[in-house]
């Protein structure tokens, strides 16, 4: 079953190496073992900025790339120049929002988005209901820039035409699903949690199979936990394959044609 | 309970995996030490009625299965929850399940719990909750509850933790049980055997307890929670591979969780079999 993992940060001392690309192919030996076939990491440009291009143009065939942005306190423009530096002119293919970037609903961001949806790039959003506050409640505890999978529904609501995932499906997975559930045009990425049983059969069944795709989010996470979600479902094996891959190939065919990638 | 010989665990242990191409495979006559009955009281999932339970550890290779009940979490008769899951292994995994009846030393009377445990229902352990029944391991309680056990040559589960603190119930929120006291209660208690189920994440976030508690023979963690690449490595390195015990905690997690993660520290055959089987069969006696 070709398994492709969406979330992958490769920074971090868990992995080892000392660069960027030494820390990459260590998580290719890794990935080998595991039966994953490509990674896609999200990149925090600034720190690796040299790396990247060489980096990928060796892996072509193991890598796809996101652009870690930051919304509330990034200049639009910026934005933008990053997206037409590293999506248009560049290596990479996506856009991710992490727990600090900002809320994904607010107006203001939408030429983020629209621009991004222009190069034919991938829009991964972190979500998170952490429950907390007085009185306790789902969210309550969230960072101050941390979308919820709402905010997901919000945005996915005023863009129908633009492709969106749902980070982590909420974090609250049995809330997450219902809160994007409408929204046909949001995935959800089954990243990050931990192993709980029935997240997958939940997902398959609220938003049918095409609306999953697997990531991981080494190392913070491990491949194992993350991988034991869809080959434990309860769910077909052609389920599992279009999480495991055909739904982010899918995602991912409209710019690997564009830049002349296979997918 | 079944017996496997080293033939049959390593070829059941090519079969209990999905492909890939991995070194280490879970293995045919595993002992889980972290398996529940009954339900989950916020969420039914497969596995959560007792047949469906056995079908899917026999499924994985599991030959022993230490067992303990959902309902131990917010019961308060102990008595009942105990006899209950007795008489589910008996009648749905006679040669699979092993009962841990569960004990709450600040219960009154749950030394009577204890004893029904040891001689009527003959189980070789219990397994405590200390943050759902709202006591800690400092509590003078506990320690008696340690002492008890092991006069009696019961071995003690101590599960810190069920369900990501962040998911709880708005109204039911737990927090996770602090493992700090627990090598100093041992140096006090020499006879107990314990293992910790559940107690960790990383090992960034505990090196020192697990260090110290990697320096007891009579002392085993599971790795079900541990979540982190090559994480189960990490916790070999610091308590070393005696102390280290497969825990599936099913049916919670999806059992191929714990099995992958064998892949992903790509452990050699011996270390494969001493945490899968052997810690476990030691740490339990005959």
């Known amino acids: 079953m070709k398994i492709w993992d969406l979330h992958i940060h490769p920074e971090g001392e868990r992995i080892p190496g000392r660069t960027l690309t030494e820390k990459v192919e260590n998580l290719l030996r890794i990935a080998d073992r595991m039966g994953i076939e490509r990674l896609g990491l999200f990149l925090e440009l600034e720190k690796y900025e040299k790396e990247i291009e060489p980096l990928f143009a060796r892996h072509r065939d193991r890598l796809f790339g996101f652009i870690w942005m930051t919304l509330w306190n990034v200049p639009l423009a910026d934005n933008i120049a990053l997206m037409n530096r590293w999506i248009a002119g560049g290596p990479l293919i996506g856009i991710k929002m992490g727990g600090y970037s900002g809320i994904c609903s607010v107006p203001a961001y939408d030429p ?15 979500t998170w209901l952490k429950v907390g506050g007085d009185p306790p409640h789902p969210g309550g505890q969230n960072l101050p820039q941390e979308s919820r999978p709402q905010d997901v529904a919000v945005l996915a609501a005023r863009h129908p035409g633009i492709p969106l995932i749902c980070g982590h499906t909420g974090g609250d997975w049995e809330l997450g699903i219902r809160a994007v559930r409408p929204h046909k045009n949001v995935s959800v990425e089954i990243g990050g949690g931990f192993p709980a049983r029935g997240q997958v059969e939940m997902a398959v069944r609220e938003l049918g199979a095409e609306r999953i795709i697997y990531g991981s989010d080494v190392s913070g996470r491990g491949f194992a936990s993350q991988l034991a979600k869809v080959y434990g479902a309860a769910i077909s094996e052609r389920e599992k394959e279009l999480i495991f891959s055909g739904n982010l190939r899918r995602l991912l065919a409209p710019i690997a044609r564009a830049k002349g990638l296979s997918v | 309970m079944t017996s496997v010989n080293r033939r049959g665990f390593l ?18 006559g595993i002992v889980d030490t972290s398996v529940y009955l009954s339900q989950w009281p916020f969420r039914r999932m497969d596995g959560d009625t007792t047949p469906e339970l056995v079908a899917l550890l026999r499924r994985h290779g599991v030959a022993q299965a230490w067992t303990g009940s959902f309902d131990a979490l917010l019961h308060k008769d102990m008595s009942s929850v105990n006899a209950r899951l007795a008489a589910e292994c008996r009648r749905h995994g006679r040669d699979i399940l092993v009962p841990f009846g569960a004990v709450n030393p600040v219960l009154p009377d749950w030394e009577e719990d204890l004893r029904r445990c040891h001689e009527e229902l003959k189980m070789p352990g219990i397994r405590v909750h200390p943050n759902y029944q709202n006591y800690t391991l400092k509590d003078p309680a506990f320690e008696r509850l340690l002492r008890a056990a092991a006069e009696r040559g019961l071995m003690v589960q101590i599960v810190c933790w069920m369900e990501d603190e962040r998911h709880h119930h708005p109204l039911v929120r737990i927090p996770t049980v602090d493992l700090g006291p627990l090598p100093a209660l041992l140096e006090r208690v020499p006879q107990a055997r314990v293992a910790v ?79 899968q089987r052997d810690n476990a069969r030691r740490l339990l006696g005959p």
């Open chain 2, 197 to 275: 189920a559940n107690g960790f994440q990383t090992v960034s976030g505990a090196r020192q307890t697990l260090a110290r508690l990697g320096k007891f023979d009579r002392v085993a963690v599971d790795f079900a929670m541990m979540d982190a690449l090559m994480e189960l490595r990490a916790l070999i390195e610091t308590t070393g591979i005696g102390r280290v015990v497969f825990g599936s905690y099913s049916p919670m997690f999806y059992f191929e969780s714990a099995a992958l993660k064998m892949r992903e520290a790509a452990l050699s055959d011996a270390d494969t079999r001493a945490i």
């Open chain 1, 112 to 126: 983020v988005f629209t621009h991004a949806a222009s190069l034919k790039a991938v829009i991964y959003i972190h």
């Open chain 2, 11 to 28: 070829k059941g242990s090519l079969a209990a995996l999905p492909p890939g191409a991995g070194a280490a495979q879970p293995a045919a």
